[in-house]
């Protein structure tokens, strides 16, 4: 069963404008992560927010999570061509075992 | 530089095939995963494995089993693959941390056409 779902389906931005992406998610959560994948390729780890956090940054990402709204914001700021990629949420649940369920992703395409 | 190494990007099989798919880890992980990814689907998880000789299914395990004998190496079997078994597989691994993260390292995936 999907527990993420990402918003929108596809984003397309020219370089240098910001892009963000939305997840949903049903129940309650440790924590949430981002992932990362090229066409074809495996999934690269991106960023993690604990459950009591509300906002963490890394470089040119920001991400947010409202747990009362069962929501995250990945933000992309300054896109360049090579972020052009499939981005995904990923929450490990609770209680219990580090099992990752995954959303169906936002594929990004940023024209040079 | 950690590594999870799956042993074909690319397969064509024909349907009533056995169907080996490996995964080697060389980060001493404890956990190691099996997904499946299809257009629209995202990744669903097939089994994994906290320990050697330990395995859990996830969501979607049937028609799939896996094998666990070193705690380096996942394999996840197809014994008779058929056509709607066409996917991209994901190997992945993870540490048992304190923190519980689950941060998973992923393998560059095995492209599977069954014909």
């Known amino acids: 069963s999907q527990q993420g779902e990402e918003d929108p389906q596809a984003l397309s931005i020219q370089e240098g404008e910001n892009a963000t992406m939305n997840c949903s998610y049903k129940?309650?959560?440790?924590?949430l992560q981002w992932y990362r994948q090229n066409s074809g390729r495996g999934l690269v780890h991106l960023i993690l927010?604990?459950?009591?956090?509300r906002e963490k940054h890394s470089g040119r990402l920001r991400v947010t999570l409202d747990t009362s709204k069962k929501s995250s914001s990945l933000l992309i700021t300054a896109s360049r061509a090579a972020d052009t990629a499939s981005y995904f949420c990923?929450?490990?649940?609770?209680?219990?075992?580090?099992?990752?369920?995954f959303g169906t992703g936002t594929r990004l395409l940023v024209s040079p | 530089d950690v590594k999870v190494t799956q042993s074909s990007r690319y397969l064509v099989k024909r349907t009533g095939e056995k169907v080996f798919l490996e995964c080697v880890q060389d980060?001493?992980?404890?956990?190691m995963f099996w997904y499946r990814q299809d257009p629209g689907l995202g990744l669903r998880l097939i089994y994994f494995?906290?320990?050697?000789?330990?395995?859990e299914k996830g969501d979607i395990p049937e028609g799939y089993s896996v094998s666990r004998e070193k705690k380096e190496r996942f394999s996840l079997i197809l014994e008779s693959a058929s056509t709607n078994q066409t996917s991209m597989y994901l190997c992945?691994?993870?540490?048992?941390?304190?923190?519980?993260?689950?941060?998973?390292?992923f393998g560059e995936g095995s492209r599977l056409t069954v014909l």
């Open positions: 927010i604990r459950s009591n956090e």
């Open positions: 980060m001493d992980h404890e956990n």
């Open positions: 992945a691994s993870s540490m048992i941390s304190a923190a519980n993260t689950g941060e998973l390292f």
């Open positions: 494995s906290y320990d050697v000789k330990m395995k």
């Open positions: 990923a929450t490990v649940l609770l209680p219990g075992f580090q099992k990752l369920v």
């Open positions: 129940t309650s959560i440790n924590n």
